[in-house]
């Protein structure tokens, strides 16, 4: 089978395409034959082994075995299934996460798959697990109810623009910051309102919000928790600030400083679980949450799916197919 590979951390340019022995599944799970596969900005921190407090994990000098092929979420076809494997055969439609997702066929946990919404193509299954998931936890985290107010900050990304879906349709009215050329997309998703990062401040709707998903952001915690109600939720998603951490420090200081403060700041950690995946899909298949695919390109051109989303240029997914 085909995949795509690296042995060292760097740019797409020490990316190959290689040949590789087919994988036999083990207990607990499934062979998938891959149909479509996402990219998302985990893969392009794996790829290039950022940040560096990653890299025990990830490995020293090189990615471990585990994660030289890039890739977490997948669609397709079961192949084979493995003993344990319960509930899955041969010729099943599933979605789900594992290690190197771009490759032809994968291995994957029985634990980290479900099966997709019938309303989505293979390209839209292939976009939701990763950033579906969370996106998903981010807002059941928050504790999303009908009539709160919620400001999503970083809302035209991957992760952001499910966020808002899956606010709104837990009956929240929400607002929406991203660059600008995610607005249009915005309001096309059902955001109240929308406001420009590069222009607009955070407050500039002068209202207090009951929640605020920040995502990937470099905003200051004094200015998110400014526009929160005195009682209101701080869900800290990620951010993008380079560096040992790569911001993760700024996580660990919200929940830190949680229990002193009248609002609740939580540090958001997703969890790739099959059972929240088929809860999530559930809600795809019963309202109008879908991903939106901003780039989908063949097999052969992964590394250029990845370069699109490491510059930050992605309105949504970006999609590989097979």
Not at 21 to 49: F, S
Request: proline share 5%; with cysteine; hydrophobic share 45%.
């Amino acid at each position: 089978m085909r995949t795509w590979t690296q042995k060292h951390y760097g740019g797409t340019e020490q990316l190959r395409l290689t040949e590789a022995t087919e994988p036999t599944p083990g207990a607990g799970e499934v062979v998938v034959r891959v149909k479509a596969a996402a990219v998302d900005r985990g893969t392009w921190h794996v790829m290039t082994g950022t940040p560096l407090i990653a890299r025990p994990a990830l490995g020293f000098r090189g990615p471990r075995a585990g994660f030289s092929t890039p890739g977490r979420d997948f669609a397709g076809v079961v192949e084979a299934v493995g003993s344990d494997a319960v509930g899955w055969a041969v010729g099943d439609a599933v979605h789900g996460t594992t290690n190197g997702s771009l490759a032809e066929l994968v291995t994957a946990s029985v634990k980290r798959i479900a099966r997709p919404p019938a309303n989505l193509t293979t390209a839209e299954a292939a976009a939701l697990p990763i950033s579906g998931l969370t996106a998903y936890q981010a807002v059941r985290g928050a504790k999303v109810v009908a009539g709160q107010r919620v400001l999503v900050v970083g809302a035209s990304g991957g992760v952001g623009h499910l966020a808002v879906q899956l606010a709104i349709a837990a009956g929240a009215v929400v607002t929406a910051v991203c660059r600008p050329a995610g607005i249009a997309l915005m309001h096309q998703l059902g955001a109240k309102h929308v406001i420009d990062r590069t222009s607009d401040a955070l407050d500039s709707e002068g209202v207090q919000y009951d929640d605020v998903i920040d995502i990937a952001s470099n905003r200051p915690r004094r200015e998110l928790r400014s526009v929160l109600t005195e009682r209101g939720t701080l869900v800290c998603v990620g951010t993008e600030t380079g560096g040992l951490t790569g911001g993760l420090h700024r996580s660990i200081a919200a929940a830190l400083l949680s229990p002193f403060v009248k609002q609740r700041l939580v540090m958001h950690m997703s969890k790739e679980l099959g059972s929240d995946l088929a809860e999530l899909d559930a809600i795809v298949e019963e309202s109008k949450v879908r991903p939106v695919i901003d780039l989908t390109v063949p097999f052969e051109d992964v590394p250029r799916a990845i370069d699109h989303v490491g510059a930050g240029n992605a309105l949504g997914k970006v999609v590989v197919t097979l």
